[in-house]
């Protein structure tokens, strides 16, 4: 389906998937999902733009952070709110993120790591918590930014989180040593202004790229994807990960087969 055209405020946001009770969009970086008192100064937020691009109520199912870019799905009535709410907190959904993180990560890991919610008291429990992990290119630049190497280590990594807590993904490989580069609450100052001097801006290169989950009326799996090359005329920053992977060095990390992963702890990496 085309986009309509932007509204007064903000530029339109691009469609993947739309019927008569469930959106699909692109959520770009830097965007809200819905108005927060916690960040009173932005003005880009999703639901409202939606709502007006489109005519039409739009009901949340599930959220993204404001830096993460990628698939985000909206309900277009209750009972379809309803189904879907269900199906993400029963974890019928599957998500793929794909970061730029810190460091050479291992072929896979599967991450066991209970967290505790960001805003809870320090006597709340924590709650279980997996994620997988897997390197898919690693590439060392040219430049230390630590004078005891020659140069700086990054990975492309596919995460997959097997459960829903917030933040999951970038709390996750902060905990194994790898975070995700431009993370300003679980990532290093320093580090991230180094790579936002060299790489051109500053941000977190999370992107949420694939999403499947039910339908909310047929039950039938739908597999809705963030895809860089079917992006890339659409959304310009989507051209900013492409410009990435682009640069020279970059080597396919190799597959670990059938071989099983390696459980996470704490690690370090450079």
């Known amino acids: 389906m085309p986009d309509l055209p932007p509204t007064d405020h903000a530029p339109a946001l691009h469609v993947l998937w739309r019927d008569e ?13 819905h108005r927060t008192g916690l960040d009173a100064h932005e003005t880009r937020f999703v639901m409202q733009t939606l709502r007006d691009q489109i005519g039409q109520r739009v009901f949340p199912v599930h959220r993204l952070d404001k830096g993460t870019c990628g698939v985000l799905v909206m309900a277009l009535h209750a009972d379809a709110a309803r189904a879907l709410g269900q199906a993400f907190e029963n974890q019928q ?4 993120y794909l970061a730029l993180v810190r460091g ?19 006597d709340a429990p924590v709650q279980s918590a997996q994620t997988m992990l897997r390197c898919l290119a690693r590439l060392n630049w040219p430049e ?3 004078p005891r190497h020659a140069g700086t280590r990054l990975s ?6 097997l459960t829903g807590r917030r933040h999951q993904i970038r709390r996750h490989l902060k905990h194994v040593a790898h975070p995700i580069i431009g993370d300003a609450t679980h990532g290093k100052g320093p580090l991230n202004r180094w790579w ?13 790229q694939s999403l499947s989950l ?20 659409h959304v310009a920053e989507v051209r900013d990960w492409q410009a990435l992977m682009a640069l020279p060095g970059w080597v396919t990390a190799p597959h670990p087969g059938a071989a099983p992963p390696v ?8």
């Open 21 to 33: 009770h469930l959106i699909a969009v692109y959520k770009p970086a830097g965007w809200l999902v």
């Open 144 to 146: 230390a930014y630590d």
């Open 263 to 270: 459980q996470a702890g704490p690690q370090t990496s450079r």
């Open 93 to 96: 959904t599957h998500k793929r």
């Open 156 to 161: 492309l990594v596919e995460a997959l989180p």
């Open 214 to 233: 039910p339908h909310p009326v047929s039950g039938e799996m739908l597999h809705l994807q963030a895809d860089w090359p079917a992006l890339a005329q």
């Open 196 to 208: 936002a001097e060299r790489l051109g801006q500053q941000r977190l290169w999370l992107h949420a």
């Open 104 to 122: 050479w990560l291992p072929g896979e890991l599967y991450v066991d790591h209970a967290l505790k919610p960001d805003d809870a008291p320090a």
